[in-house]
């Protein structure tokens, strides 16, 4: 199976949530186990909250969610225009966060990381951030595991 989306919204916290749903329906198709559902919910939300908390701080722009499938892989490109990463490095590291006054775990990068098969982070200061993700969904079968 070959398909794609793409969806924009505004940088608001309450459109996380859209995100989540338009990618459980969108992967849908696969046939995916509910933890694999889980997994890439959590991942896009970590990568959709950081764009708009991080990306944007506190002015609102634009989020940029694209997502294809390429037989049982799924691939998700999130992308902000704001700020961007001064250290891509520094900012992978778990714990590290810039909003400590907000409560921010500084776990997102961690939380993508153990839940995808891949990621990439690519940014330039005050012109944004992508990051991409992929995950292949594994095939089920109907035995019985007795």
């Not at 944007?56 to 961007?84: C, H, K, L, P």
């Not at 590290?96 to 409560?103: A, D, N, V, W």
């Amino acid at each position: 199976m070959n398909n794609y989306m793409s969806l924009k919204f505004k940088s608001v916290t309450e459109n996380e949530s859209l995100a989540r749903m338009a990618i459980s329906a969108f992967i849908a198709p696969l046939n995916p186990s509910l933890e694999e559902i889980a997994d890439i919910k959590t991942s896009l939300s970590e990568a959709v909250s950081n764009s708009i908390i991080h990306g944007y701080e506190d002015d609102s722009g634009t989020v940029e969610v694209n997502a294809e499938i390429i037989g049982s892989e799924i691939s998700i490109t999130v992308t902000d225009y704001g700020v961007g990463i001064g250290d891509i490095h520094k900012a992978r590291e778990p714990l590290y966060t810039t909003k400590p006054e907000l409560e921010r775990s500084g776990m997102g990068f961690t939380i993508m990381e153990s839940f995808m098969d891949t990621i990439d982070v690519i940014s330039a200061l005050h012109k944004g951030t992508t990051v991409i993700m992929s995950k292949k969904i594994k095939a089920k079968t109907n035995e019985c595991p007795v």
